[in-house]
């Protein structure tokens, strides 16, 4: 049988030479402005960029471990679904876009577990960079605002 080729993927330095070198180009030229588009730029690269996994739990228990882009999304719609309801649990709020009430029990995606609010969780590694580029969205949204003002 034949396995489907993946694309080569770019190496992570080249990202954060970029970011490395605004925040440079930032602090040589004292530019706040240079600075809040380095931020910005790295908020991006978090949310839909990033090459990783997608590191939803499957039914034997093992996450699974196919290239996504970006720590927001899934290697498939079915755990994206799953995913989806682990970024809204992660805020303490249930998801308001999932058309039916509760989660199907016998769905082929989700960690096997008897209480609904394990069954789908973010990772630690993907929760903390997750609520930090939220973070430097809001002060990127914030400082913009209050540099246009000025």
Not at 6 to 12: A, D, Q, S
Not at 57 to 64: E, K, L, N, V, Y
Not at 77 to 90: M, R, T
């Amino acid at each position: 049988m034949g396995r489907r080729r993946r694309r080569v993927r770019e190496p992570g330095y080249v990202w954060w030479g970029g970011f490395g070198v605004l925040l440079v180009a930032a602090v040589l030229m004292t530019s706040w402005r240079l600075a809040l588009i380095a931020l910005l730029g790295w908020c991006l690269y978090e949310f839909s960029l990033v090459p990783t996994v997608c590191r939803v739990m499957t039914r034997q228990g093992f996450a699974c471990h196919e290239p996504v882009r970006g720590r927001l999304f899934a290697c498939s719609s079915a755990h994206q679904q799953v995913k989806n309801d682990a970024l809204w649990g992660a805020v303490r709020l249930p998801n308001p876009f999932r058309r039916e009430a509760v989660p199907d029990p016998n769905r082929d995606t989700g960690v096997v577990v008897y209480s609904p609010n394990v069954r789908a969780r973010l990772a630690d590694n993907d929760r903390n960079v997750l609520a930090l580029a939220t973070a430097g969205m809001i002060v990127t949204v914030v400082a913009a605002v209050l540099g246009l003002s000025t």
